[in-house]
């Protein structure tokens, strides 16, 4: 079995382009996270590609990296040419990991993770809420440039509606300061009243026929730099489900958005009155680089059922924090 791991950032898809501190750190990462947990499986063969900006990786990996002057859709499709599998990981951004999958799909590739039609709702923090809210999931309030905004007093969240985690996001001073930046920003922006809770988020498996594991119930460390929101590091495991809330919450969130598959990640605000979903991620998420250390299992060999089953999850070894933004963390 030959799995080709595409991480977009780390990967050559921003070939030309200067590589974001926090993202290329991230994506390093899950990267680096991924490729420990496949290659350990007995009978897995794995295909990464590379920037070669970056320094080599010394795994047991076939390594591809971009010709002079070639696209990262040319590297993809030559990477999805060598495997079976594809476990695209890529922010949500620009549609790149939509194209990703639709790549993926086009080429008869089992696909590790979501369809291009979850993608598109997911990718969208609106279009996101809209469907959730409309399934009767609590969400926090997400309106978009048009939309009214309610008189609600206090700071205001503005972000990109497509932004990978807290990439763009500000806190602005009240709702007169949001209506100003949707109106005025040329890349579709949402704004979100601050509400008081504890950021967390969850770490879903999710299975072909529908059933959902939740994995690890996570608290994140957000930081405020000036008006901007920094995800300093998350604590992997930090609480446990003892009332299966959130695994109720992860089954009605998976049965809102057909289509969502594999590694799947639900930021969430934990409120006095309960949990309200910030977004949906259809990709595999930074805590994943703490879950095996947490959970004494692969996640990985839950991910290609190879051998480990879900029921195993029952012995984690306790919660594990990771540093993102050492400044804040």
Same mark, same amino acid.
């Given at each position: 079995?030959?799995?080709?791991?595409?991480?977009? @950032?780390?990967?050559?898809?921003?070939?030309?382009?200067p590589?974001?501190? *926090?993202?290329?750190?991230?994506?390093?990462? +899950?990267?680096?996270?991924?490729?420990?947990?496949l290659?350990?499986?007995? !009978?897995?063969? $794995?295909?990464?590609?590379?920037? &070669?900006?970056?320094? *080599?990786?010394?795994?047991?990996?076939?390594?591809?990296? /971009?010709? &002079?002057? #070639?696209?990262?859709?040319a590297?993809?499709?030559?990477g999805l040419?060598?495997?079976?599998? @594809?476990? /695209?990981?890529?922010?949500?951004?620009?549609?790149?990991?939509?194209?990703l999958?639709?790549?993926?799909?086009?080429?008869?590739?089992?696909?590790?993770?979501?369809?291009?039609? %979850?993608?598109?709702?997911?990718?969208?923090?609106?279009?996101?809420?809209?469907?959730?809210?409309?399934?009767?999931?609590?969400?926090?309030?997400?309106?978009? /440039?048009?939309?009214a905004?309610?008189?609600?007093?206090g700071?205001? =969240?503005?972000?990109?509606?497509?932004?990978?985690g807290?990439?763009?996001?500000?806190?602005?001073?009240?709702?007169?300061?949001?209506r100003?930046?949707? +109106?005025?920003?040329?890349?579709?922006?949402?704004?979100?009243?601050?509400?008081?809770? #504890?950021?967390?988020s969850?770490?879903l498996?999710?299975?072909?026929?529908?059933? $959902?594991?939740?994995?690890?119930?996570?608290?994140?460390?957000?930081?405020?730099?000036?008006?901007?929101?920094?995800?300093?590091? @998350?604590? =992997?495991?930090?609480?446990?489900d003892?009332?299966?809330? +959130?695994?109720?919450?992860?089954?009605?969130?998976?049965?809102?958005?057909p289509?969502?598959?594999?590694?799947? !990640? $639900?930021?969430?605000?934990?409120?006095?009155?309960?949990?309200?979903?910030? #977004?949906?991620?259809?990709?595999?998420?930074?805590?994943?680089?703490?879950?095996? *250390? %947490?959970?004494?299992v692969?996640?990985?060999?839950?991910?290609?059922?190879?051998g $480990?089953? &879900?029921?195993?999850?029952?012995?984690?070894?306790g /919660?594990?924090?990771?540093t993102?933004?050492?400044?804040?963390?």
């Open positions: 079995m030959r799995v080709f791991l595409y991480e977009h @950032v780390t990967g050559g898809g921003l070939m030309g382009q590589l974001p501190a *926090s993202l290329a750190r991230e994506g390093e990462m +899950m990267l680096r996270a991924a490729l420990d947990d290659t350990q499986l007995p !009978g897995v063969e $794995v295909v990464i590609s590379r920037d &070669p900006r970056l320094p *080599s990786l010394t795994e047991a990996a076939a390594v591809l990296r /971009p010709a &002079p002057g #070639e696209s990262w859709r590297l993809y499709l030559r040419a060598l495997a079976e599998l @594809v476990w /695209p990981i890529a922010p949500e951004t620009g549609g790149v990991l939509e194209t999958t639709q790549y993926a799909v086009a080429e008869g590739r089992r696909l590790l993770g979501c369809t291009p039609q %979850a993608v598109r709702v997911a990718a969208s923090k609106h279009a996101t809420a809209c469907v959730l809210a409309r399934a009767g999931i609590p969400v926090v309030p997400t309106f978009a /440039p048009g939309e905004l309610p008189d609600i007093a700071p205001w =969240v503005v972000k990109p509606d497509d932004g990978a807290c990439e763009g996001a500000r806190r602005v001073a009240d709702v007169r300061a949001a100003h930046q949707l +109106m005025a920003a040329a890349a579709a922006l949402v704004a979100q009243p601050w509400i008081e809770g #504890e950021p967390a969850l770490s498996l999710v299975f072909p026929d529908g059933r $959902v594991e939740l994995l690890a119930c996570n608290r994140q460390h957000v930081a405020l730099r000036g008006e901007r929101l920094v995800l300093a590091g @998350v604590t =992997v495991n930090a609480t446990a003892t009332d299966g809330r +959130m695994r109720g919450l992860a089954q009605r969130i998976v049965r809102a958005i289509g969502l598959a594999g590694f799947v !990640g $639900v930021d969430y605000l934990l409120t006095a009155d309960g949990p309200l979903v910030l #977004e949906v991620n259809p990709r595999l998420t930074t805590s994943y680089c703490g879950l095996k *250390s %947490a959970l004494g692969n996640p990985a060999a839950l991910l290609l059922g190879a $480990v089953e &879900p029921e195993r999850l029952g012995t984690a070894t /919660p594990v924090t990771l993102l933004d050492a400044a804040h963390a």
